[in-house]
Structure formats: structure tokens, C-alpha cells
């Protein structure tokens, strides 16, 4: 099936407080609030890692992108999440990932 038909996300309050575990398909269509984590990643001469989006992704499909990312499983801890991503999308490894803020979109963030 189509990545995402099967997972679970954690939908959230404001400030991150759990309030149901839906269907991704379900969450997106109706624009739920839930979490995603972003990675910013950089070589050893500090050169920032861009790529453009597939044209088939269902947010900003196409566009150029400097974050590695992706949503935050129902039971994944953030850390684990922003890991996942960084080995799935470039097959990078152990390398330690440093938090740098908080975003709080809101509920109509798309």
C-alpha cells in the first residue's frame, strides 16, 4: 500500500498533550495537530544539506527543503523519530542530533 495508509500518529493539544492515536490518512484530512520532527543536517565544513520535496508529497510536493523530516509515530519518542528519519532518508547512522527549538504551528497549519 501507499506509505502512511497504515500508521498511527498521536493527534495533540497545544504544548504537546496527547489527546487520541488516529490513522495518519485520518489525521492529515482532517488536519489534526500532531507532531513531526526536522533535522537540519551539515558536513564537517558546515555546508547545509537541501534537497527538493518529491512532486507527490501531500505538503509543499516539489518544493526545496533543508530538513530531513517526518512525522512522529503514536508511541515513538522525538529523538527516536528524528534518528529514524535521518538513516531512512540518507542512511546516516550514529551520528548525535542536537535539539535546536520548538515550533507550535497551530491547528490549520498547512
Known amino acids: 500500500g501507499e506509505k502512511g495508509s497504515s500508521e498511527m500518529l498521536t493527534v495533540i493539544e497545544m504544548k504537546g498533550t496527547p489527546i487520541a492515536v488516529l490513522p495518519r490518512r485520518y489525521v492529515e484530512e482532517h488536519n489534526l495537530l500532531h507532531a513531526a520532527i526536522g533535522v537540519l543536517v551539515h558536513n564537517s565544513q558546515g555546508k547545509?544539506?537541501?534537497?527538493?520535496?518529491?512532486?507527490?508529497?501531500?505538503?509543499?510536493?516539489?518544493?526545496?527543503?533543508?530538513?530531513?523530516?517526518?512525522?512522529?509515530?503514536?508511541?515513538?519518542?522525538?529523538?527516536?523519530?528524528?534518528?529514524?528519519?535521518?538513516?531512512?532518508?540518507?542512511?546516516?547512522?550514529?551520528?548525535?542530533?542536537?535539539?535546536?527549538?520548538?515550533?507550535?504551528?497551530?491547528?490549520?497549519?498547512?
Not at 527543503?65 to 550514529?94: S, T, Y
Open 48 to 110: 547545509i544539506y537541501v534537497h527538493q520535496r518529491s512532486p507527490d508529497k501531500s505538503m509543499h510536493g516539489g518544493y526545496f527543503d533543508m530538513f530531513v523530516g517526518g512525522l512522529v509515530l503514536a508511541g515513538e519518542a522525538v529523538p527516536d523519530a528524528a534518528r529514524n528519519e535521518v538513516k531512512e532518508e540518507l542512511g546516516i547512522e550514529g551520528k548525535q542530533l542536537d535539539p535546536l527549538f520548538e515550533v507550535w504551528l497551530g491547528q490549520r497549519n498547512r
